[in-house]
C-alpha cells in the first residue's frame, strides 16, 4: 500500500511550480486592411442601400415560432395546452402559417454572401467577385484571415466603416459583418462594377499584388487551349505528351504505371463463406 502524499511542516519551503511553457509562431509582418477613402465609403453604402431597398431583399422572422420557443421552457401541463390553443388557430388561418420565416426575394439572396463563415467558404471555393467588411468587427481576428484569402484568390476586397450599420437594419438582419458578391450575379453587375475602382490594393508581403486583367486573360487562354490539347488526345499519347511549361514553371512529365505481377499475401486468413458448410470426411 502505497503512503498517501502529506502536507509539508510549517518549516519546510514549499516547492514552485514549474512555468508552463506554450510554443508558438510569431509573424514578423504586420497585414491589415488598407485605408478607404471618406467619399468613396459614401457612395459604397449609398449604392448598396438603394439597391437593396428597390429589390426588396428583407429576412422575414416568423413570430410563431418564436411563441413556441418560449413554450417549450415552461412547465410540461401548460405546454401541452397552449400547443392545442395554436393548432386551432393554424387550421382558422391556413393561409398566415404558409408564410414562414426566410428571405422575401430567394433568387437574390443566393446570389449574396452574408456572414464571415459564408463569406470564407465562397471566397475558399473562388467564387466571389467583392468582399467587403464591416471595419466594427471586434476582435479584429474575426475577419483579419480575409485579406490573405482573398488577395490569394484575386478577389477585390476592403474594410468599408459603418457598414453594418447602414445595411443591416435594411435587410433584416442585426449585423452584417461581412458582404460578399457572388459570380452569377445578375442584380448586383452595375453595382459590383462600380464600387471596384474604388476599393483600395491590399498589400501582402508573402503574396504577389493583384495581377492585371490583361495577364490573367492571357494565362487562362494560354492554359484552356493546353487543356483542350490534351482532352483531344488518346489515352495513350497522354503519357507522351508534355505540356508547354509556364513562365516560372518547371515542366513535369508523368509516366505510366506498369503493374508487373499481382502477388496474393500469404499471410491473410480468408474466411469460408457462410452459405457453404464443411463436411466432414
Known sequence: MAAAPQAPGRGSVR???PLTVKTSLNNPYTVCWSTLDREDMHFMLQTLEDRFK???????EDKKKKKKQFLKKQSSDKCSTEVGMSE????KHPEDNEQGSGWTPLCVRKQLAIGVNEVTRALERNGLLLVLVCKSAKPALITSHLIQLSLSRSVPACQVPRLSETLAPV???KCVLALGFRKDTT???DEVKAIIPRVPSLHVPWLQGRPEE???NLDTESLESQDKEILETSFEDLSKHKRKPVEGQQAVVLQPLKIKKVIPNPNK???PPKGKKTTSK
Open 214 to 216: 490583361s495577364t490573367e
Open 171 to 173: 435587410i433584416g438582419l
Open 88 to 91: 386551432d388557430l393554424k387550421e
Open 269 to 271: 486468413i480468408r474466411k
Open 15 to 17: 516547492k514552485t511550480r
Open 54 to 60: 428597390s429589390l426588396g431583399l428583407q429576412k422575414m
Open 187 to 189: 442584380a448586383f453587375i
